[in-house]
């Protein structure tokens, strides 16, 4: 069983075995009840034969009157506690008991109980039974009094017919084979053959959908990353087929992300690098106040390196992260703390909650963090940090009185290593800190927003769930 499609395959018609033979089981079950009645008929014929020869002996001769002969027969039907009747030659009745008279009064249908013992005499006696059975293709043994005559005189029994599930293939079996227990055997067979043949189309399709997602797993992991499945269906194959798509989704973002930043860091890292090299050379020849001022230029350049890496290492990391690690945050306090490194001004709403919020303290301090470096840098010294109870949300905004953002620039300022034109490398940065803040918002279920301020500048909105 090297294959889905074989082992379902052979489960199935395992179970449809069990079916057949349970249904077998039942069958035979069905067919000694329906023997053990043909014997209960047997046995009553023969009881009822009996009744019609002591009943028959016991009646006046037929040439006496019909008023004799009822007031006879009336007398045994009463000793005997039977629903019986009788009928002369010609058909006409002589006699009906009270018993079967009030009986036939109440159900009427139950004239199709009544079994006929003709006598030898010529005459009919009719005895009600309590239930009636009709002899699988053969005649009647059963029925009314026919009004007007005597019945017709009895045939023998057809020759067994066909079952009705064989009937359109009659011609093709033995005639043995047709009926009884051969026929339902081989109906059987043949049910359960239809169902087996009938069952590989469909497991065969479900095989084949795992077999496409198969093949497309091995083209996505051959590196075409693009690559996507068919999602047919609202089952199970199409539950993981549209799983598939979304994780292979995430991995396309994620190596076009770490590519793109990867190229990036590459291109940010080339002009620090050539100022050391330069700022080396020059050291050789300078006398020692410009070697002091090139040593300084060379920390400088070794800062900005420690914290292009230190951007890209905590970018890479947000990447591959769905969640971040929550734990008890004091806004208030780690918004005060920032906030002194850079002289601004901080404003508490009436409104703010002075309880601990729950999140990444360290990527929540990185995000007030880069927010107001990026208004020391670019916004001057006038800088103000407000903490607002907004609409189910905490709302932390730095503003500053910079030249401002222009609106077709306020998302794509938050785009990695993205910068406004005519900002130079020398005022600091790399393009990096926006987009960590976009990140950080972003996992714990937040946003960040660059708005225009009221008198000239920018405000930048992190905007957290409360």
């Known amino acids: ?16 075995l069990v079916f057949a033979l349970i249904s077998g089981w039942l069958a035979q079950r069905n067919l000694e009840h329906e023997r053990t009645q043909v014997q209960s008929l047997t046995a009553w014929n023969e009881r009822a034969a009996a009744w019609a020869e002591l009943i028959e002996n016991s009646l006046p001769p037929v040439t006496e009157s019909p008023e004799m002969q009822a007031r006879v027969f009336l007398d045994w039907s009463d000793r ?26 109440r159900s ?48 023998p029994p057809p020759p067994p017919r066909a079952q009705p599930w064989l009937e359109p293939i009659a011609w093709m079996v033995p005639p043995w084979m047709a009926a009884g227990v051969p026929a339902l055997a081989l109906a059987l067979v043949l049910l359960f053959g239809a169902v087996a043949l009938g069952a590989w189309p ?5 095989t084949r ?22 999602v047919e269906g609202a089952d199970e194959v199409a539950a993981l087929a549209s799983s598939f798509n979304e994780a292979a989704q995430r991995i396309e973002d994620l190596v076009t992300s770490s590519r793109s930043l990867l190229a990036n860091a590459s291109h940010e890292l080339r002009s620090p690098l050539a ?38 290492l905590l970018a890479s990391r947000l990447d591959a992260r769905a969640d971040v690690e929550r734990g008890p945050v004091d806004l208030l306090g780690l918004a005060t703390e920032e906030a002194s490194r850079v002289g601004a001004e901080v404003v508490v709403g009436e409104a703010f909650p002075m309880q601990t919020y729950t999140g990444d303290d360290r990527l929540l301090r990185r995000a007030v963090r880069n927010l107001l470096e990026n208004a020391r840098r670019y916004g001057g010294p006038d800088i103000e940090l407000s903490l607002q109870q907004g609409k ?34 020398h005022a600091g940065g790399v393009g990096l800190g926006l987009s960590l803040v976009r990140q950080i918002a972003l996992r714990h279920g937040g946003q960040v927003r660059c708005e225009a301020r009221e008198g000239g500048g920018s405000r930048f909105v992190l905007s957290l769930p409360s």
């Open 1 to 16: 069983m090297k294959t889905l499609a074989l082992r379902i395959y052979l489960t199935v018609v395992a179970v449809l």
């Open 80 to 105: 005997l506690r039977m629903p019986m009747a009788l009928d002369d030659p010609r058909g006409m009745r002589i006699a009906t008991s009270a018993l079967l008279d009030e009986k036939l009064r």
């Open 108 to 155: 009427p249908e139950l004239r199709d109980r009544m079994q006929r013992s003709e006598l030898s005499d010529g005459r009919t006696l009719w005895v009600l039974r309590t239930w009636g059975y009709r002899a699988r293709g053969g005649p009647a043994v059963m029925g009314p009094p026919r009004e007007g005559g005597g019945p017709p005189p009895d045939a």
């Open 202 to 206: 469909v497991v065969n399709r479900l």
């Open 209 to 230: 959908r795992l077999s496409a997602l198969r093949r497309g797993v091995e083209v996505f992991g051959s590196g075409q990353l693009q690559h996507r499945v068919a």
């Open 275 to 312: 100022r050391l090299k330069m700022a080396v050379s020059l050291m050789v020849d300078a006398t020692p106040e410009r070697a002091a001022q090139i040593r300084k230029e060379i920390h400088q350049d070794i800062r900005e390196l420690d914290a292009l890496v230190e951007e890209v």
């Open 392 to 425: 189910r949300c905490l709302e932390i905004t730095v503003s500053d009185r910079g030249p401002g953002v222009p609106p077709e620039q306020r998302e794509r300022i938050f785009e990695p290593f993205y910068r406004l034109p005519g900002h130079a490398e």
